[in-house]
């Protein structure tokens, strides 16, 4: 089945304790990202990356890494997380080349409390 | 810089009423994509559908149909005879096809229908 998987679903955390957040999708997409969702904000991408080792910034890096060794996975990486960071990720992943790379196809989400 | 206005936070219905949810976006592009995607309350977003700026035609999916004008910078999104399983939050976006891949969401609207 074709899919993308986060995890861990759920995460509850203190300041500062780093965590790293799993993104994997079996679709062979060149295309992910990452988004936060928060009540009234709608969805903000923090990082893509158009294939291994490509990635940049989107509206709201600050405080968060990526890295893409390999196709399949786009880990987010939160060095020293603080509660502005609580909130609701969700990783996508599209195909990279013409129209279809705007079709994305989203993660469960992860919903993430930083105490 | 694009922009997406769903002016709508929470429409209310009782069942098998139509409703239509409004987009309205801002870009500077001549090529662009438009998204609907659909958040049921389990949490997951579901893609609905993708049009193009150069393609106005109206598309319709069942209960469902986009009416996109050029004229007005709107996409919407109409339900004919909504069921309760309609209920949940829809998200427009936006993504201009010259740009850095970073699509732009509305913040949604939440839709409760009624039995």
């Known amino acids: 089945e074709a899919q993308v998987t986060q995890n861990p679903r759920y995460l509850i955390t203190v300041t500062g304790k780093k965590l790293t957040v799993t993104c994997s999708q079996n679709m062979n997409h060149e295309y992910m990202s990452w988004y936060r969702q928060d009540p009234g904000l709608g969805l903000r991408q923090i990082y893509y990356s158009m294939n291994v080792e490509v990635t940049d910034k989107g509206d709201v890096p600050e405080g968060y890494k990526v890295s893409r060794k390999e196709k399949r996975n786009f880990p987010l990486i939160l060095e020293s997380p603080s509660p502005n960071q609580t909130s609701l990720y969700f990783c996508?992943?599209?195909f990279g080349e013409g129209q279809t790379r705007y079709e994305q196809y989203f993660g469960p989400g992860t919903r993430l409390t930083v105490t | 810089a694009q922009k997406v206005t769903q002016a709508q936070t929470e429409i209310s219905v009782v069942e098998k009423e139509d409703v239509t949810l409004d987009c309205v976006y801002e870009t500077r592009d001549t090529t662009y994509y438009l998204f609907w995607y659909k958040q049921p309350p389990s949490g997951e977003l579901v893609f609905l559908i993708r049009?193009?700026?150069?393609?106005?035609q109206n598309e319709i999916s069942g209960r469902y149909s986009w009416n996109f004008q050029k004229s007005t910078s709107s996409f919407n999104f109409t339900i004919t005879a909504s069921q309760v399983v309609d209920s949940a939050v829809y998200f427009c976006a936006l993504s201009e096809a010259g740009g850095s891949y970073i699509p732009t969401f509305g913040r949604g609207t939440s839709l409760i229908v009624h039995p």
């Open positions: 049009r193009n700026s150069f393609d106005e």
């Open positions: 996508a992943s599209s």
